[in-house]
């Protein structure tokens, strides 16, 4: 069993940097790939970027690359995302995923743990 935990959620303006993190429980975190989703009111949930078990091989939605970073520090059992020139269209709640698998991969049905989630505002 994994827990997640999110931090790092709040409001910026339009072209401000926010870093979401994600602390995991459990051992052998390098056995699970970990990816960040995010849900915008009225809409579906949707794959924003993933990373693989050994940090190695990363994947991102369109809508943000060359704008967000995803790393892990499997030592601290944690997950980043580095959101960098935000814009409104970024508002959402951010969740944190776990797998177990080490490969990435961007669609949520293969996820097996969720954290809460972290509401992220982007202002104009």
């Known amino acids: 069993q994994v827990q997640l935990v999110e931090s790092g959620g709040g409001l910026v303006q339009a072209e401000g940097s926010l870093r979401l993190s994600c602390a995991a429980s459990?051992?052998?975190?390098?056995?699970?790939?970990m990816g960040w989703f995010r849900r915008a009111p009225g809409k579906e949930r949707e794959f924003v970027a993933t990373i693989s078990g050994s940090g190695s091989n990363t994947y991102y939605a369109d809508s943000v690359k060359g704008r967000f970073t995803i790393s892990r520090d499997n030592a601290k059992n944690t997950v980043d995302l580095r959101m960098n020139s935000l814009k409104p269209e970024d508002t959402a709640v951010y969740y944190c995923?776990?797998?177990?698998?080490?490969?990435?991969?961007?669609?949520?049905?293969?996820?097996?743990?969720w954290g809460q989630g972290t509401q992220v505002t982007v202002s104009s």
């Open positions: 459990g051992r052998a975190f390098s056995m699970n790939a």
């Open positions: 995923a776990a797998r177990n698998s080490r490969l990435i991969a961007n669609k949520d049905d293969v996820y097996d743990y």
